[in-house]
């Protein structure tokens, strides 16, 4: 049984795949399972990977027949994982070197705890590499293991389940899948971490998150798929429907909703205009659903903007964001 498998699901990055693979594969650390997902991917990422797997017996290839996007296809790659934890990476980003020797050390001083959680950094064409603002959160003094409780401001980190390493035994346990669609991320890190009773940091860049230009990030790709972030939500509440120990978590992870919600409203290339409103309406009877009794809003300019959005106000919302750029601007001379 090896330490780690690393899932790395794979669909049109054939200019990315082989030095996704080689971060890997390069590691210092040698005890790992490399399971590659080809998600039907119709350029020649089935080829990349069936070499690598010829070349390195570490490496498992599992065809898929056909495309069944992100979330499915990391959970074909969790059926067939043996590791002690399992990570993730996505197949257009890479790991730092050194990355797994740390997090196996960490591990193993910590007693193997549920999750561990390190940093990222984004990397840019023009050859930045920037490290996420979430740096501080990992320097802060506390102990070495953890429950949310006592470290609630990891839900403040960017909900992504690639940087993160989970005991396979605990996410067994969880009946932690990914669902279909966009945002799949969402209601699996938040239940891991909320569900976790044990976690530990590690203060450390691990990936190296390739921020495309030519529109390769789904994310940022005008669709009304981004609509699926209100059914990933409904997920993580029915989590915590099943769990009423956790039911203090509800006004905190709301108010991270909303302002996941804003986020996707107001990056531009996401809603398309022609749909915005329709957003506006679907947020306003999704929040009147789920508001619990205890959520405070923000105060301030943010506050203001997501409880706008959570009434589907979109005429005072726009003019809040418009007074605001206004001002931007005014105060740049």
């Known amino acids: 049984m090896p330490r780690f498998s690393v899932i790395v699901p794979v669909h049109r990055v054939e200019e990315y795949l082989p030095e996704c693979l080689e971060s890997v594969l390069g590691q210092s650390f040698a005890d790992f399972e490399l399971i590659a997902v080809d998600d039907r991917s119709p350029d020649g990422c089935g080829a990349i990977l069936d070499a690598a797997a010829r070349r390195d017996e570490r490496v498992r290839v599992l065809h898929l027949p056909e495309n069944v996007g992100l979330g499915r296809a990391r959970n074909a790659g969790l059926e067939h994982a043996t590791g ?12 730092t070197p050194g990355l797994l020797q740390a997090v196996h050390d960490r591990l193993r001083d910590c007693a193997d705890p549920d999750i561990l959680v390190h940093d ?10 920037v490290r996420a603002a979430s740096a501080a959160v990992f320097g802060r003094p506390g102990s070495d293991v953890f429950t949310l409780d006592e470290r609630p401001d990891l839900l403040e980190l960017l909900q992504v389940v690639w940087n993160k390493a989970y005991r396979r035994d605990f996410v067994a346990e969880q009946g932690l899948t990914f669902p279909a669609g966009y945002y799949e991320d969402t209601p699996w890190t938040y239940p891991a971490l909320l569900a976790a009773g044990r976690i530990t940091l590690l203060d450390r860049v691990g990936v190296h998150y390739r921020q ?13 798929k981004h609509f699926d972030v209100f059914d990933q939500y409904d997920l993580v509440f029915a989590f915590l429907d099943r769990r009423p120990d956790l ?7 709301y108010g991270r909703m ?8 107001s990056r531009p290339g996401r809603i398309p205009p022609r749909d915005r409103r329709e957003f ?4 306003a009877e999704h929040c009147a659903r789920l508001r619990p009794a205890g959520y405070r809003p923000p105060a301030g300019a943010a506050g203001l903007r ?5 009434q589907g106000r979109y005429t005072s919302y726009q003019a ?13 001379g």
């Open 84 to 95: 002690d934890y399992v990570l993730f990476l996505d197949s257009d980003d890479t790991y």
């Open 120 to 129: 990222y950094a984004r990397t840019y064409a023009d050859g930045r590499v």
């Open 212 to 224: 495309r230009q030519e529109g390769g990030n789904i994310l940022a790709t005008a669709s009304r």
């Open 247 to 253: 039911v203090h978590w509800r006004p905190v992870v």
């Open 258 to 265: 909303l302002h996941h919600l804003n986020t996707v409203v």
């Open 280 to 283: 506006f309406r679907r947020a």
């Open 306 to 310: 997501t409880e706008l959005l959570s």
């Open 320 to 332: 809040v964001r418009a007074l605001a750029r206004t001002r931007r601007l005014v105060a740049r």
